[in-house]
């Protein structure tokens, strides 16, 4: 028996739900635990919270030799992308600060996902503001349209992969330019389908950050598909991306 097999909470000031259709034992507190484990990221990761381990760093008060391993992969994730993008992605910008948030989500849900896998779990969708771990399926992911809220323009059929859009339209100009430190341009919204949301969701944002150039860069990315909407409406669509 499953119990109860969907639950929400706010976290990281986002809704994430667990979805679970089909599991191959019990799993007794394993959503619990994930769902504490996602609390727990946000406590240590968050740039907002002063005694956060992010917020130490940028104070001086930790070295780089005594933060944690999480931390440590964290970094490795976020040099990897800046790298790839020519600077483009960047979690130091001036002024500002370390801010890895563009990595923690996709990267905190994706162990998340794989708590659950470990604990039994087969069939099931974690969706992190719109971001989604789907395992077994296949589960049927809208793509929001960029413009009109109450509309889809695209809708994906994804098994055991992750999906993760990156956009202005919730958050506004939120993710800049590494390269200028300027508002990104040149897309609407990018989405990118990869193995695990650490990849789909940091592609997508690096993606994004790059401008018009974004989509091509990301379906380049091994193991990625991509689905993109430019800023006068074009639309780019990888040749392998799973169309529901």
């Known amino acids: 028996m499953l119990g109860n097999p969907r639950r929400v909470e706010h976290i990281m000031g986002f809704p994430i739900s667990v979805d679970i259709?089909?599991?191959?034992?019990?799993?007794?507190?394993?959503?619990d635990?994930?769902?504490?484990?996602?609390?727990?990221v946000d406590a240590r990761?968050?740039?907002?919270?002063?005694?956060?381990?992010?917020?130490?760093?940028?104070?001086?008060?930790?070295?780089?030799?005594?933060?944690?391993?999480?931390f440590i992969e964290v970094l490795a994730v976020c040099r990897r992308y800046e790298e790839r993008s020519g600077g483009a992605f960047s979690v130091r910008l001036p002024g500002r600060g370390l801010d890895p948030c563009a990595v923690v989500k996709g990267w905190a849900v994706q162990r998340a996902a794989e708590a659950l896998?470990?604990?039994?779990?087969?069939?099931f969708c974690v969706n992190a503001g719109g971001d989604v771990v789907a395992a077994g399926g296949p589960w049927r992911v809208g793509i929001r349209h960029p413009d009109r809220i109450d509309q889809l323009c695209a809708v994906l059929a994804v098994e055991d992969a992750a999906v993760a859009?990156?956009?202005?339209?919730?958050?506004?100009?939120?993710?800049?330019?590494?390269?200028?430190?300027?508002?990104?341009?040149g897309l609407k919204s990018v989405t990118v389908v990869a193995d695990t949301l650490t990849i789909a969701d940091t592609t997508a944002t690096a993606a994004f950050a790059l401008g018009a150039d974004g989509p091509e860069w990301a379906a380049a990315q091994p193991g990625c598909e991509v689905f993109a909407v430019t800023e006068n409406d074009r639309v780019f669509r990888s040749a392998n991306l799973p169309m529901g």
């Open 117 to 123: 896998m470990d604990a039994g779990a087969r069939r």
């Open 45 to 70: 990761f968050s740039p907002f919270r002063a005694d956060s381990e992010v917020s130490r760093l940028n104070r001086a008060e930790l070295t780089p030799a005594e933060l944690s391993d999480d």
């Open 33 to 40: 635990h994930a769902f504490d484990w996602l609390r727990e």
């Open 165 to 185: 859009t990156s956009g202005r339209y919730e958050r506004g100009d939120h993710i800049l330019d590494g390269r200028t430190g300027e508002p990104a341009t």
């Open 21 to 31: 259709r089909a599991t191959t034992s019990p799993l007794g507190s394993a959503v």
